[in-house]
């Protein structure tokens, strides 16, 4: 039996995130409860819109069940460069 890992992913759209978003999706092992997206390296619009793109493309059987949030516009923490 299966020991299933409810897993949510919080992302800022990137490329990187979306290959953690696939790989999640594939895995036999992980239950990819929820996307969330945030604004990081790109707005979150754009994070949203790309974030969409990964799911639809994971999506073409029907048979992902994943929930959706856009969340914050702006990061909640700044660190010093």
Same mark, same amino acid.
């Given at each position: 039996k299966i020991q299933f890992h409810k897993v949510i992913i919080d992302t800022d759209g990137t490329a990187d995130d979306a290959m953690g978003i696939l790989l999640s999706l $594939? $895995?036999? #092992?992980? #239950?990819? /409860? $929820? /996307?969330?997206t945030v604004a990081g390296t790109v707005k979150v619009?754009?994070?949203t819109s790309n974030v969409l793109r990964t799911l639809k493309v994971m999506n073409s059987d029907g048979k992902v069940r994943t929930y959706f949030y856009k969340f914050q516009k702006i990061r909640l923490l700044a660190f010093p460069a």
């Open positions: $594939a $895995a036999k #092992d992980i #239950d990819l /409860v $929820a /996307v969330t619009e754009q994070a």
